[in-house]
T-cell receptor
Framework: GENVEQHPSTLSVQEGDSAVIKCTYSDSASNYFPWYKQELGKGPQLIIDIRSNVGEKKDQRIAVTLNKTAKHFSLHITETQPEDSAVYFCAAKEDFGNEKLTFGTGTRLTIIP | DVKVTQSSRYLVKRTGEKVFLECVQDMDHENMFWYRQDPGLGLRLIYFSYDVKMKEKGDIPEGYSVSREKKERFSLILESASTNQTSMYLC????????????FGPGTRLTVT
C-alpha cells in the first residue's frame, strides 16, 4: 500500500517569513495530493490540493508543487501570519477505484510574532 | 456548509468496557471514515464505509468494529476497550470520486483507564 513520509515534524518561522513542508510518497499510481490544516481543537480542513497532471498550484499565500518523477510534493506558505500556526498534514490517494487517503505524520507549524 | 458531528468531545472509559463513538453528517455523503490520531503517527484509518451496511477495513482495524445502518450515521465500536486505545478519534465524510474533500468532525478524545 501507499506510504507517505512528511518532514519536518515541527517548524518555527518568524512572522512574515516563508514556510515549506515536504512529503514523499511510495506508490507511483497515486494521482491526487491534498493538504489539510488542523487548528487547535478542530478537525483537519482541506486547504489546497493538486493532481498528478499539474506541477504547481497557488491559492493566495499558499502553493503546492509536485514532482512525480521524484515522488515528492511540497507545501509553501509565504508571508506567514499568526493564524497559520497549526498542524499540517499531506496525503496521497492511490487510484480512481480507491476511496482511501493515506496521510503523512503531520507538521506542527508555529509562527513567531 | 457540510457539518460532521461527533457524539462526545471527551470520553473516559474503563478497561474492558464496550464503547460506542457516534458520527453524523448532514450532507448526504456516501463515504464515511473513522481515523485515530496519535502524536507522531498522523491520521491512521481504522474503517471506512462507502454505502449503508457496507464497510471496509483500513490500516488498523484490530480491536474495532463499525456499524452503518443509515447513510448519515457511522458508529465506531470498541468491543472491549484497552489502554492502548486511548487516543483522539476523528470521523470524516466525503462524496465518492477521484478528487474529493474529506470533511472532518471535531474529534473525540477517548481515555481508557
Amino acid at each position: 500500500g501507499e506510504n507517505v513520509e512528511q518532514h519536518p515534524s515541527t517548524l518555527s518561522v518568524q512572522e512574515g517569513d516563508s514556510a515549506v513542508i515536504k512529503c514523499t510518497y511510495s506508490d507511483s499510481a497515486s494521482n491526487y495530493f491534498p493538504w489539510y490544516k488542523q487548528e487547535l481543537g478542530k478537525g483537519p480542513q482541506l486547504i489546497i490540493d493538486i493532481r498528478s497532471n499539474v506541477g504547481e498550484k497557488k491559492d493566495q499565500r499558499i502553493a503546492v508543487t509536485l514532482n512525480k518523477t521524484a515522488k515528492h510534493f511540497s507545501l509553501h506558505i509565504t508571508e506567514t501570519q499568526p493564524e497559520d500556526s497549526a498542524v499540517y498534514f499531506c496525503a496521497a490517494k492511490e487510484d480512481f477505484g480507491n476511496e482511501k487517503l493515506t496521510f503523512g505524520t503531520g507538521t506542527r507549524l508555529t509562527i513567531i510574532p | 456548509d457540510v457539518k460532521v458531528t461527533q457524539s462526545s468531545r471527551y470520553l473516559v472509559k474503563r478497561t474492558g468496557e464496550k464503547v460506542f463513538l457516534e458520527c453524523v453528517q448532514d450532507m448526504d455523503h456516501e463515504n464515511m471514515f473513522w481515523y485515530r490520531q496519535d502524536p507522531g503517527l498522523g491520521l491512521r484509518l481504522i474503517y471506512f464505509s462507502y454505502d449503508v451496511k457496507m464497510k471496509e477495513k483500513g490500516d488498523i482495524p484490530e480491536g474495532y468494529s463499525v456499524s452503518r445502518e443509515k447513510k448519515e450515521r457511522f458508529s465506531l465500536i470498541l468491543e472491549s476497550a484497552s489502554t492502548n486505545q486511548t487516543s483522539m478519534y476523528l470521523c470524516a465524510s466525503s462524496l465518492p470520486g477521484p478528487v474529493y474533500e474529506q470533511y472532518f468532525g471535531p474529534g473525540t478524545r477517548l481515555t481508557v483507564t
